[in-house]
């Protein structure tokens, strides 16, 4: 049994990993989902990574997995406790140093979301749903609107303070569907910041919500790699 460390992005709601934690529970490993304080100013980065490692508590080479905006907070926590891999998810990778907020005009992210818009004929103009929630369930939506908490404008001026990424395994999983970090993009970004080539898989932005037994099924993939050697 490996244990699966499951940061979210914006908001911090561990409810985002929901429809991932049973399906890794019955591949017979731990999923634990960390539920991180998005909607306080007061909380950075380093609270972030501190909530993750006592999450983490005394567990070996557990699989850190990192969605979206937890890609800020995935170095911090590696940089405190060895990990086995690191998984990110449509993750933003960032730079030592670099702030979330310097993030988006440094990789020019929002240049790849609207010309993705434009090539595939969707609107331009952000909403969440054309970007976040085009290919989530109804019922999924519906039972999310109780869970959903805004992000701290706060954490996106704070540089993420890490010397390096781990020298672990690190695998990259992008939505083929993904309109908010088109994969084109990704891909560019994963090749540019850590020469690591990407794993493609149907689903959005918030692939956990919309396709969980794809992504669960590569994360115990990626488990079953590791034991092996592969990974």
Known sequence: MSSFILLPGAGGTAWY????????????????AVDLPGNDERA???????????AIGGRKDPIL?????????APLVCARVPVRMLV??????????????????????????????????????????TYFLHDVPQ?????????????????FAQPCRFDSFPDVPIRIVVGIDDRFFPSAFQKRVARKRLNVPVDELPGGHLIALSNPSGLADRLVAYEAGSRSGAG
Not at 17 to 32: D, S
Not at 44 to 54: F, S
Not at 65 to 73: C, K
């Open 65 to 73: 997995v990192a969605q979206s905006l937890g890609g800020f907070t």
């Open 17 to 32: 990993w929901h429809r991932v934690v049973p399906l890794l529970e019955r591949a017979g490993h731990e999923a634990i």
């Open 44 to 54: 950075g980065l380093d609270d972030y990574a501190e909530i993750a490692v006592r």
């Open 88 to 129: 990110l998810v449509n993750a933003m990778i960032p730079l030592p140093g670099e702030a979330a907020g310097e993030w988006w005009g440094n990789t020019r992210s929002e240049e790849a979301r609207v010309a993705a818009a434009k090539r595939h004929g969707y609107s331009p103009q952000f909403d969440l749903e």
């Open 139 to 155: 019922s999924v939506i519906q039972d999310g609107a109780a869970h959903q908490r805004g992000q701290a404008n706060s954490i």
